[in-house]
């Protein structure tokens, strides 16, 4: 009892603290907090069996059975979407904690220490700006080969030098600040600067560069999946579905149209709660 | 051929200063201005500037002294019409030259600005635009706010800048970043005076100069305020300065005149505690240092809510103080506003009394 | 104490400090005057060894700090502190004040200033004995330094540079960006502090009148030249450099 009171309280001020969101942030939050909900529980009130050929049935429209009808081989297409944002957010949270844990280290060392490090660092963030991300993620991709730790690899290697970029720019100007030449003067060692001082720093604008990257990544893996390189068959992912669809476009738009629309309102809400973090972190450097 | 420079708003035989400023009427006349800042939901917040009294008078140097929070930018902004949009006017007049400002709109209060009343700011990397040569923005504001073709601009302008004593043909033709803070400062002032305000609002003009450089700075723009007689309001929390060049003063505190009168006056009988400390509470070159600075207790951002508003630092108050004490006259142009005044005077009152 | 022996730096060709020379004392506070520009900032960044000089010697208790590098260098600024021009850009945002304040004294664990001896162990004992020898209440521990004002964070800074008791506290412009009415309190209360810890001061600024106030000692720096140096009694004497004398006629009120 108690723990549910504790639990209910703490979503009641959250809710109160919300006051001073925008309506477009306090929708995407919703919509987010539903999405996630459903990925949590969804797949214990599944109406079929997401697996399930059944020919039979195939390309049938939405009925009490099929809230959302049935694909090409009679699957159902509600269930594989719910299964399916598991793989999508499962692997974009994995994608984006990884680029995090990879970037934010380096951009840090980089930016403080300077030198060599930095010179090739930033060497390699040209080389890689100069190109489009996704066409480089399709290349890395294919040169792995399907699957989706070679998809998840691709993204990162094509996501970590933007978070380097930028944990180095505000390590560069942050380090001639006063607060850490007086942190210096006070004898702190260099990785106590980094980790104390600095770190703190760069905290929310990672934060919102990453709510804001949760739909590009997502968009990514859904095309690279889309063109075959990602998630493979039977794995329902909305990537996938998508690519499933595509013959039936013209006759039966819904099984694109569903997953389609999952995927935007993830994006969606994220970039809308990503746009109001940035307002109100005032992190303009993004 | 226009004439370069318009004469005949310099008087012709220019009275004794003192003499002079008794005659005139007021050019600026702020009359009960109290400004407040709104919140989000378009309620009254918190009063920033309470029921000020001030007026200038043509041709005079008036120094508004305080400390950060006190007000004194606030007033500078009302009256150029540039308070930004959580802050409104709530009460009050300011009257220029037989105007209203207050109300005024906003293309009106426009011409009015740069043309009539001038303004120097303190940061003097924004008066000019980065990427445009400074002789290109001074034609451009010259051909905004008169009907003159470019060679006279030009030339108005090239004669401006030697007015200010910098090498004219140089700044015409740098850009901003190419000078330095006091020559852009200086440009500024060309900037101003070009038009012959009747006012200029110097809001801090050299606070992110150095010592030297805002020193030539003032005296210039007290040479051409006399020889264009023009009235000038010095925004500064310099003491120094503001005693130097002035001809009277005004001293806030919390949104509050808690002083205001002739320079002089003021430097030699400091009546309101506030202005003493002030004038007590900063180290002075002298032969004799002193062991110790008088210190004013407590910090800028105290402020009373009721009454006077240097109530809770103010070693003399009592009870009194929560009421809001009202401007007196306490000599020949000398005003303050303090209870501590009367009660003395009642002292002195009580003691004559006595001896009689 | 302070030996500094023709000390040049320039930054890409651009002379900043030319051959400047001079020594102090412990207990001495000497002032360090000049327009922007004139290097004295320069200076004081080389004493503490932020930066490194392109000729000449500074040494502090005979420790040459040029040739001092990482965990050396460390060690010997225990005895240089610095208290900062602007107190909200020296505190860092995101710590309390506490943390703050102490951080030096975490950074030297085996200092032990005298009048902290009995807490050296309590982190937050000897962060509230600071504040209170800044004059600062005890109840301001906990507070981030945006919750307070400008001269109570002046303070917070004050207190971090004498945490360690330093041999030289180096005052950076100190009160420049604080109000009048503060300005005499931070003076007063370093010049007490000077006394009871015997500390030596290099007390940086543009205003004349407050370095007359606070030092024994002045010196003139123009474009990188030290071009006066005098006791500060002597600061009316008819034999200073003439641009010491302009000085002196744009402060002394007429």
């Known amino acids: 009892m108690r723990f549910f009171y504790a639990f209910f309280k703490k979503t009641y001020l959250t809710v109160m603290k919300m006051k001073n969101w925008s309506p477009a942030a306090l929708l995407g939050l919703i919509l987010l907090i539903t999405i996630v909900m459903i990925t949590a529980i969804g797949p214990f009130f599944l109406p079929n069996n997401p697996y399930m050929v059944n020919m039979a049935e195939r390309l049938s429209s939405p009925s009490l059975t099929y809230p959302f009808g049935t694909d090409h081989m009679g699957r159902c297409i509600f269930s594989r979407i719910v299964i399916g944002s598991q793989a999508t957010l499962g692997i974009t949270v994995l994608v984006i904690t990884t680029v995090i844990l990879i970037g934010i280290p380096i951009g840090l060392v980089s930016g403080y220490i300077g030198g060599r490090l930095d010179s090739i660092v930033m060497r390699m963030a040209d080389g890689l700006i100069a190109l489009p991300e996704f066409i480089l993620a399709i290349a890395i991709a294919g040169f792995l080969g399907p699957s989706l730790t070679n998809l998840m690899i691709s993204v990162v290697l094509v996501k970590w030098i933007s978070y380097t970029r930028v944990v180095r720019g505000i390590v560069l100007s942050e380090r001639e600040k006063e607060y850490v030449l007086a942190a210096r003067v006070g004898g702190c060692p260099t990785w106590k600067i980094i980790t104390r001082h600095l770190l703190p720093q760069i905290i929310s604008p990672v934060l919102v560069l990453a709510t804001l990257d949760v739909g590009k990544v997502i968009l990514i893996i859904s095309s690279l999946s889309f063109l075959g390189l990602g998630a493979q068959p039977p794995a329902p992912e909305w990537g996938a579905m998508l690519s499933d669809g595509r013959p039936y476009f013209q006759t039966i738009p819904e099984l694109m149209i569903y997953p389609g629309m999952a995927i935007i309102i993830v994006v969606l809400s994220c970039n809308l709660i990503g746009e109001s973090l940035r307002d109100k972190l005032d992190s303009k450097s993004i | 051929m226009t004439t370069l420079v318009d004469f005949s708003r310099k008087p012709t035989n220019e009275p004794v200063k003192g003499e002079f400023l008794l005659q005139s009427l007021p050019l600026l006349e702020i009359k009960n201005l109290s400004i407040s800042s709104f919140g989000t939901k378009k309620k009254e917040d918190i009063k920033l500037v309470k029921n000020i009294n001030l007026s200038i008078k043509p041709g005079e140097m008036l120094g508004l002294v305080g400390e950060s929070g006190s007000g004194k930018s606030l007033t500078a902004c009302a009256l150029l019409g540039l308070l930004p949009k959580s802050l409104k006017v709530t009460e009050g007049q300011i009257k220029f030259h037989g105007r209203e400002l207050i109300n005024l709109s906003e293309k009106d209060m426009r011409r009015l600005r740069g043309n009539e009343i001038a303004y120097i700011f303190q940061n003097y990397q924004g008066s000019f635009t980065p990427f445009i040569k400074i002789g290109k923005q001074l034609i451009e504001a010259l051909r905004s706010h008169q009907k003159i073709s470019k060679q006279d601009a030009k030339k108005k302008a090239l004669l401006w800048l030697e007015r200010v004593k910098l090498p004219a043909n140089q700044v015409f033709s740098s850009y901003p970043h190419q000078l330095s803070g006091g020559q852009l400062q200086r440009a500024a002032l060309a900037a101003a005076l070009m038009f012959q305000p009747l006012l200029i609002v110097a809001d801090e003009p050299t606070t992110a100069l150095d010592v030297l450089t805002s020193e030539t700075i003032l005296d210039l723009l007290v040479d051409l305020q006399k020889e264009y007689n023009c009235a000038v309001l010095l925004i500064s929390h310099n003491l120094n300065h503001v005693l130097k060049r002035t001809d009277s003063i005004a001293v806030m505190y919390g949104g509050q005149i808690v002083e205001k009168g002739l320079t002089n006056e003021i430097r030699k009988n400091p009546f309101h505690p506030y202005t003493k400390l002030l004038l007590q509470a900063r180290p002075v070159l002298s032969r004799v240092v002193p062991e110790k600075l008088v210190v004013i207790p407590g910090e800028p951002g105290l402020v009373a809510k009721e009454g006077c508003a240097f109530a809770h630092r103010c070693p003399k108050s009592f009870i009194k103080c929560s009421i809001l004490p009202k401007m007196k006259s306490v000599g020949d142009s000398h005003w303050i506003a303090c209870h501590a005044k009367d009660s003395e005077a009642d002292d002195t009152n009580a003691s004559s009394k006595k001896c009689f | ?254």
């Open chain 3, 1 to 254: 104490m302070l030996q500094v022996k023709n000390v040049s730096k320039s930054y890409r060709l651009t002379p900043v400090l030319n051959e400047i020379t001079f020594q102090m004392q412990q207990g001495e506070s000497l002032g360090l005057i000049g327009e922007s520009g004139s290097g004295k900032s320069t200076m004081a960044k080389l004493i503490v060894g932020l930066e490194h000089a392109d000729g000449g010697q500074i040494t502090l208790n005979d420790v040459d700090f040029q040739e001092l590098r990482g965990a050396e260098l460390r060690k010997a600024r225990r005895h240089v502190q610095v208290v900062f021009q602007d107190p909200l850009a020296s505190l860092n945002p995101k710590l309390p004040v506490w943390k703050s304040i102490i951080e030096p004294l975490e950074n030297y664990p085996d200092v032990v200033p005298s009048f902290l001896k009995e807490v050296r162990n309590d982190r937050k004992k000897m962060a509230g004995i600071l504040l209170e020898k800044v004059g600062l209440d005890r109840n301001l521990l906990e507070r981030y330094p945006h919750q307070l004002s400008g001269g109570q964070r002046q303070r917070v800074g004050i207190a971090r540079g004498i945490s360690l008791q330093p041999n030289l506290l180096i005052c950076d412009e100190p009160t420049s960006s604080l109000d009048v009415s503060i300005q005499a309190q931070i003076l007063n209360l370093l010049k007490e502090l000077k006394k009871e810890f015997n500390m030596s001061y290099l007390f940086i600024s543009h205003d004349m009148a407050s370095v007359q106030y606070m030092c024994d000692r002045i010196a003139v720096f123009k474009q990188g030249v030290l071009v006066d140096l005098f006791l500060s009694k002597d600061l009316f004497s008819d034999t200073r450099h003439p641009y010491t004398k302009t000085l002196v006629e744009v402060t002394v009120e007429s």
